[in-house]
């Protein structure tokens, strides 16, 4: 077995037995990095990654520190890290070399991780494909001319083609859970609050939510352990104690109750990943696991909910990017006015310009409250049918993504590409802890299952997929270019 | 993938309009963008025109996940004023104040 195709405990258990060192490890990935051509990075921090990684071997020979020492990881280019350009995959942040740290970026160097660099991403998180970015488009690993879904892309393809050994992902509509699926990896979108978003750069507050983008459940446990917890630095953050999320993982799920939506098996749903959803709710039968149908009737009114409020709250927070205090600035403004102007119509790319026009248009006079104020109850009422449907079952699951990985280039109407979030968009609403694990492929591409669990039951989601996970060996496939590299 | 399923029903915003909400999101767009970028606005307008299909007359706006209230701290000084680190990224700042063209005008001055 080589480096790059180790879980986390596995490098963990070569780092500490001396099979090789941190230093070997970074490198590794790094020269995979180099010779990659799938375009999942923004910047590459070799000579950060280095240093961290002395300075893990040093911690490791003395015999210090936890499991994710000197662990190499892709951190998603929206999360700012002190000293490294953090753009947000935007032509506006292109020159911000950021001042502090996220605290998610603090606590993963607090456990003494090595980040590799910074990940490919739609511009400002708005998108399902990495096609946005102003670093240009990722390719998914299965297949060159598939989109690798998005926001994360670029932290999905990191994980899934070997360029790191996890990655941090941010998940506002799908984010996490879509390119996941689509590039055949473990991700986790916690409960809303779960982990800190400060300085973590904000598209919509009240949904978004960082996670873990991993190669199993186990993994994905064991990173969350590091990426939980309160904050007095983000208000919004919860105050819920963190529990140890790897003790559990193997604790039987015989007895448990999961629904079936009814709502996402449509015919919108392709036929091959409806297959295998299916073949995967058989395995968790087998694992004694009893299957119901329930129903989220507003779960069909999640789109346009979704593309109302989180426009809304993007156009109020992309409003500090102005030219004024960081950021980019026109070149000889003439004036305020133009100065801002030209700032953010040079700065923002198209689909972020039409979202903050979609929103500012909701806002404003007039029309706050049939737009706005009318999807804020409908997301209500879209959180109202998770309780009465929690009620029932223990765990909702059904599909990621309507489909599997599409062509790159291939949607181009903005309206149409919305609609392939239709399965991911409730849970972050409604700000549910959601998961997309691995359950097969459908014409030789990924096809991920969706686990939603009720508020601040990640430790059972993640006891689920791992006892899946050690049924199957789906997430253990790995892209055949990926293995003919370095 | 999956076709446009929500046919558009009317439309909401005109050209005028348009111009009047890049004002107001300080966005400029091209003569030669107006007519594409009003038919996607009001293609996305139509998506939430789904909305008022359902009764909300007794429902309350959901405006956070948690349903919580802001959390207030004792008034203490916290983290010092780190003016220099964060004025350290500004495209043009002098004496510590942030430098933009000049607002009101003044022959005098060429800001």
């Known amino acids: ?486 | 993938m999956q076709s446009h399923s929500y046919k558009q029903r009317r439309l909401v915003i005109d050209n005028t309009q348009l111009e009047q909400i890049a004002n107001l999101a300080k966005l400029n767009i091209a003569d030669d963008a107006l007519d594409a970028t009003t038919k996607d606005l009001n293609n996305i307008l139509a998506l939430a025109e789904k909305l008022s299909e359902i009764n909300t007359d007794n429902i309350k706006p959901m405006a956070h996940p948690l349903h919580m209230t802001q959390r207030l701290r004792e008034d203490k000084v916290g983290e010092q004023n780190q003016v220099q680190i964060f004025q350290s990224i500004a495209p043009k700042i002098r004496d510590q104040y942030y430098l933009v063209p000049t607002v009101i005008s003044n022959p005098s001055d060429s800001g």
């Open chain 1, 1 to 486: 077995m080589v480096m790059h195709t180790k879980t986390i405990a596995e490098l963990s258990a070569g780092l500490r037995a001396g099979d090789f060192s941190c230093v070997e490890l970074t490198k590794h990935y790094l020269n995979r990095i180099h010779n990659s051509d799938l375009n999942a990075f923004i910047s590459v921090t070799d000579d950060l990654a280095l240093r961290q990684a002395r300075a893990a071997d040093d911690k490791i020979a003395k015999g210090e520190g936890g499991i994710l020492v000197g662990i190499p990881y892709a951190h998603k280019d929206i999360f700012c890290s002190t000293g490294v350009k953090t753009s947000a995959a935007s032509k506006m942040l292109d020159n911000f070399i950021s001042p502090y740290d996220a605290t998610v970026s603090h606590k993963l160097n607090q456990a003494n991780l090595v980040m590799l660099g910074k990940t490919n991403m739609d511009e400002f998180a708005m998108g399902s494909t990495t096609e946005s970015s102003y670093y240009g488009k990722t390719h998914n690993p299965w297949d060159r001319k598939k989109i690798p879904g998005g926001s994360s892309g670029g932290s999905a393809v990191a994980v899934a083609a070997g360029l790191s050994a996890f990655a941090t992902g941010t998940d506002t509509g799908g984010s996490i859970r879509q390119p996941a699926s689509l590039c055949g990896i473990t991700g986790l979108k916690p409960t809303y609050g779960r982990v800190s978003r400060y300085g973590m750069i904000a598209y919509a507050s009240s949904l978004d939510q960082a996670g873990p983008m991993t190669k199993t459940a186990q993994d994905a446990a064991i990173v969350l352990n590091v990426m939980a917890g309160f904050d007095k630095k983000d208000s919004t953050s919860a105050t819920q104690a963190v529990p140890d999320y790897t003790k559990n993982l193997n604790n039987s799920i015989q007895g448990l109750t999961i629904g079936l939506p009814k709502e996402f098996f449509s015919t919108d749903l392709d036929s091959g990943v409806a297959s295998k959803i299916m073949a995967a709710i058989k395995e968790f039968e087998a694992l004694g696991v009893s299957v119901k149908e329930i129903s989220l009737p507003n779960s069909t009114y999640a789109i346009p909910t979704y593309y109302i409020i989180a426009p809304c709250e993007c156009s109020s927070n992309l409003s500090r990017m102005d030219g004024v205090r960081f950021g980019y600035r026109c070149d000889n403004p003439k004036d305020l006015q133009d100065l801002y102007l030209r700032s953010r119509t040079e700065g923002f790319g198209e689909e972020v310009k039409r979202r903050i026009m979609i929103g500012t248009f909701a806002l404003s006079a007039g029309y706050y409250d049939a737009y706005y104020l009318k999807a804020q109850k409908i997301r209500h009422s879209i959180s109202d049918d998770f309780k009465t449907a929690f009620g029932k079952v223990d765990i909702i699951i059904g599909p990621v993504s309507p489909t599997t990985a599409w062509d790159l280039g291939s949607i181009k109407d903005p309206v149409t590409m919305y609609l392939s979030d239709i399965y991911t968009l409730s849970a972050n609403l409604a700000g549910l802890p959601s998961m997309s694990i691995p359950a097969g492929f459908s014409q030789n591409l990924p096809v991920g299952l969706q686990l939603i669990g009720n508020y601040w039951s990640e430790e059972r989601l993640l006891n689920t997929a791992h006892k899946f996970q050690m049924q199957t060996d789906f997430h253990q496939k790995t892209p055949q270019r990926s293995e003919a590299m370095a």
